[in-house]
């Protein structure tokens, strides 16, 4: 075949090009919007007891404000997906960085409590937005070290978890939660400042018969990095299979007389092939024949994920407090003043480092499926001891296992869930399923705090162990390992892909 008659995809163009400064680039502007999400909610354990004693609030009030925050992640991440999908995915981001900055700005200004569960609420439908960025980057990444670049990323909500700890420390003892609440809202403006700058992800534009945008974004890239596009015509996946199968000779194929011409017919736009699906809901598109099985083994693992993560954090200090009311006999060590409450917070943080050493470590070495799987196996032996009674220090060391490998196993969710889908449900599907994520966040509150509390650490050690094992079980249990395969476009290739590599 010619150059002329040669295509190309974004995929291939991405290894051809290779990882270089235009990455950087984008990595620097979705690693703030991850900075600013973990701001966000790690704010959340530092302003509920200050309001507390300033509103007379209640239990329930307080552990409310925490509750709308993930009830509002539950909406946006579902809804913000939607919007990617259909208008773009720099039309999702933006909204979702506007919202959570004028809420999270505006929330230091709230005059009484329901001034600020509203706020904290339309807070929790901005952060929601979160799978769209990580798409968004992901899109823009080539295959062979994508792994190990999607957990850099994911190492910038540690670094925003360790940002806020250490803000708070400075921040409250002084100047009071207003000034934490203002402060906390800066990484989001950023993303408003430099939103101007930010492309949009050529494999949405090629999908929407937007080629010349899409090349232009690809010339783009290669100019930023020094290198150059492969040669000949940007192409989809759609196009490039049925050029290869129209050039395929089979049984039935016409032979041609000495200097005959063969008529080939246009191939129909990739418009009518991608939007094939379009005719059903977002939701049922991820419940289809093609994706049901991926999509529910996804949701059980966000779910189990996220409700391991909170529970191994939540646990760190609560089972601390229930040693002293439930183990009266042992001296266990109470926290006197609020500095060292935030010392705590802040030197716990550090765990989620050595977690993602090994998540990059294992992600392109031993697949996804095998790095997600043992991790979550290895938590739950770091948690078994604790359906017993043991020391304060060798609880703290337990968890702090616990913590490490819980860290890198969701690390590897978010590398594997947007990889499992093709481009036109991509962020829909990874935001539905962040979504079930997060009703796991609002739940492990009620097991860590309720039945600690009332002297049951059995009980809740061996529910959050039941629900690790499910969780490792299922991510068994995907249909394919995505270990340095390209991106699939539309539902028909990622059925083809999938059952190839089976």
């Given at each position: 075949m010619e150059d002329g008659n040669r295509s190309f995809t974004v995929d291939e163009a991405l290894v051809e090009m290779g990882f270089g400064k235009f990455q950087l680039c984008v990595l620097a502007y979705a690693g703030m919007g991850m900075v600013a999400e973990a701001m966000e909610m790690m704010l959340l354990s530092f302003v509920g007891p200050a309001v507390q004693s300033l509103w007379n609030l209640s239990s329930r009030e307080e552990s409310l404000i925490t509750s709308v925050v993930f009830a509002g992640m539950l909406v946006g991440a579902y809804s913000w997906g939607i919007v990617a999908?259909?208008?773009?995915?720099?039309?999702?981001?933006?909204?979702?960085?506007?919202?959570?900055?004028?809420?999270?700005f505006l929330s230091a200004f709230a005059p009484n409590y329901t001034w600020l569960i509203v706020l904290r609420c339309f807070v929790g439908l901005g952060l929601g937005?979160?799978?769209?960025?990580?798409?968004?980057?992901?899109?823009?990444?080539?295959?062979?070290?994508?792994?190990?670049?999607?957990?850099?990323?994911?190492?910038?909500?540690?670094?925003?978890?360790?940002?806020?700890?250490?803000?708070?420390?400075?921040?409250?003892?002084?100047?009071?939660?207003?000034?934490?609440?203002?402060?906390?809202?800066?990484?989001?403006s950023l993303l408003l400042m430099f939103y101007k700058w930010t492309p949009e992800s050529p494999r949405y534009l090629i999908l929407q018969g937007r080629k010349a945008e899409a090349l232009s974004?690809?010339?783009?890239?290669?100019?930023?990095?020094?290198?150059?596009?492969?040669?000949?015509?940007?192409?989809?996946?759609?196009?490039?299979?049925?050029?290869?199968?129209?050039?395929?000779?089979?049984?039935?194929?016409?032979?041609?007389?000495?200097?005959?011409?063969?008529?080939?017919?246009?191939?129909?736009?990739?418009?009518?092939?991608?939007?094939?699906?379009?005719?059903?809901?977002?939701?049922?598109?991820?419940?289809?024949?093609?994706?049901?099985?991926?999509?529910?083994?996804?949701?059980?693992?966000?779910?189990?994920?996220?409700?391991?993560?909170y529970g191994v954090v939540l646990l760190t200090t609560e089972l601390k407090i229930s040693q002293?009311?439930?183990?009266?006999?042992?001296?266990?060590?109470?926290?006197?003043?609020?500095?060292?409450?935030?010392r705590d917070?802040?030197?716990?943080?550090?765990?989620?480092?050595?977690?993602?050493?090994?998540?990059?470590?294992?992600?392109?070495?031993?697949?996804?499926?095998?790095?997600?799987?043992?991790?979550?196996?290895?938590?739950?032996?770091?948690?078994?001891?604790?359906?017993?009674?043991?020391?304060p220090t060798l609880t703290t060391a337990l968890l702090f296992g616990g913590r490490i490998c819980?860290?890198?196993?969701?690390?590897?969710?978010?590398?594997?869930?947007?990889?499992?889908?093709?481009?036109v449900v991509r962020t829909t599907g990874v935001g539905v399923g962040s979504s079930v994520g997060r009703i796991g966040g609002v739940l492990c509150p009620l097991v860590a705090v309720g039945l600690v509390h009332g002297c049951h650490q059995t009980i809740a050690v061996l529910l959050f162990e039941i629900v690790i094992l499910v969780s490792g079980i299922c991510v068994c249990l995907f249909p394919f390992e995505t270990s340095g395969r390209e991106l699939t476009d539309t539902i028909s290739t990622s059925k083809e892909s999938s059952s190839s590599s089976v």
């Open positions: 999908d259909k208008h773009g995915r720099r039309k999702g981001f933006i909204i979702t960085a506007v919202v959570t900055f004028i809420a999270g937005g979160g799978p769209v960025l990580v798409s968004w980057y992901l899109e823009f990444i080539p295959a062979p070290n994508r792994g190990t670049w999607m957990v850099i990323f994911s190492g910038f909500w540690t670094v925003g978890t360790i940002f806020e700890a250490s803000l708070a420390w400075l921040i409250m003892p002084s100047l009071g939660w207003r000034w934490l609440l203002a402060l906390s809202s800066i990484p989001s974004i690809l010339e783009m890239i290669a100019r930023t990095n020094g290198t150059q596009l492969p040669k000949g015509v940007l192409a989809t996946e759609m196009e490039t299979e049925m050029e290869e199968t129209i050039h395929l000779p089979t049984e039935s194929t016409h032979l041609l007389k000495p200097g005959e011409e063969v008529e080939e017919a246009p191939p129909p736009p990739v418009s009518k092939i991608v939007l094939k699906s379009d005719n059903k809901g977002p939701l049922l598109v991820l419940l289809s024949p093609e994706l049901i099985k991926r999509t529910l083994l996804l949701w059980v693992v966000f779910f189990g994920n996220a409700f391991a993560y002293n009311s439930c183990y009266p006999s042992e001296k266990g060590l109470t926290h006197s003043s609020n500095d060292v409450n935030y917070v802040f030197i716990a943080s550090f765990a989620e480092f050595p977690g993602l050493l090994i998540s990059a470590a294992m992600v392109d070495r031993l697949g996804r499926k095998a790095s997600m799987s043992s991790m979550l196996f290895m938590c739950c032996i770091f948690l078994l001891p604790l359906l017993t009674h043991q020391s819980i860290s890198a196993a969701f690390t590897v969710v978010y590398i594997y869930a947007p990889e499992i889908y093709p481009t």
